[in-house]
């Protein structure tokens, strides 16, 4: 299948309609128009180029120059006062944000500054503390040699409360065997010492009374009171 040669009247004619449309005019535009090939459509469009130069211009008349100028100068200036109208409500919203942004990063100063000194705060608390924490180890450390000699004192102390309760005990026993032996004196005095009659001989049983007691004064017993 042959393909379709662009002749130079297809080539002028694509050419306006894209310059009409404002689109630029290139080989490739053309060539996606009017089919055919770079080295057909190239110098057709290349003719084209030569005879838009070539085209005289033809100056305005004079009112309508004037017309025209007028008409720039009115857009001009309306263009002007928009801008300067925008450009003005761009700035007081500006200023708003701006004093909007400087009142918060002077909040946000202040609340930074509040917490460093809390955080100094805390900071110098969180020192004192450890430096009694250090001290009372220090302390316990010295102590610590001191306590073990009064535990030893504590055990020396008990065993002494022991040997004293003990001894209690003992002295209970035996202020107890005291007691008894008392009870037992005073009812050999009231038999050997009974109320006074007439003066009568001694009898057996007197004699016996009078040598138990003696017995009694001088045995293990009465020695075991004599502290």
């Not at 459509?41 to 838009?52: D, E, K, S």
């Not at 110098?124 to 009694?132: L, T």
């Not at 001894?167 to 026993?173: D, M, T, V």
């Amino acid at each position: 299948m042959t393909r379709k040669l662009a002749t130079k009247e297809a080539v002028f004619a694509a050419a306006d309609a894209l310059q009409a449309q404002g689109l630029e005019v290139t080989v490739e535009k053309v060539t996606a128009q009017t089919g055919g090939s770079h080295s057909t459509v190239g110098p057709h469009l290349n003719a084209w180029f030569a005879t838009q130069k070539v085209h005289p211009t033809h100056p305005a008349p004079a009112s309508i120059e004037r017309l025209c100028n007028a008409l720039g100068n009115a857009v001009w200036a309306e263009s002007m006062r928009e801008l300067q109208l925008q450009l003005a409500a761009a700035q007081e919203r500006a200023a708003g944000e701006l004093e909007h942004t400087s009142i918060a990063l002077a909040s946000s100063i202040a609340s930074n500054e509040t917490l460093q000194a809390q955080n100094d705060e805390l900071t110098g608390k969180i020192d004192a503390k450890n430096a009694q924490i250090a001290l009372l180890q220090l302390q316990i450390q010295q102590t610590r040699p001191h306590l073990d000699e009064l535990q030893k004192v504590q055990c020396l102390a008990d065993e002494r409360l022991a040997d004293n309760q003990q001894l209690r005990e003992q002295i209970a026993k035996l202020e107890g065997a005291r007691q008894a032996v008392d009870i037992q004196m005073q009812h050999l005095l009231a038999l050997i010492s009974p109320p006074r009659k007439p003066r009568r001989v001694k009898t057996k049983v007197d004699i016996q009374a009078v040598s138990s007691l003696t017995a009694l004064n001088s045995g293990p017993l009465t020695a075991a009171f004599q502290i």
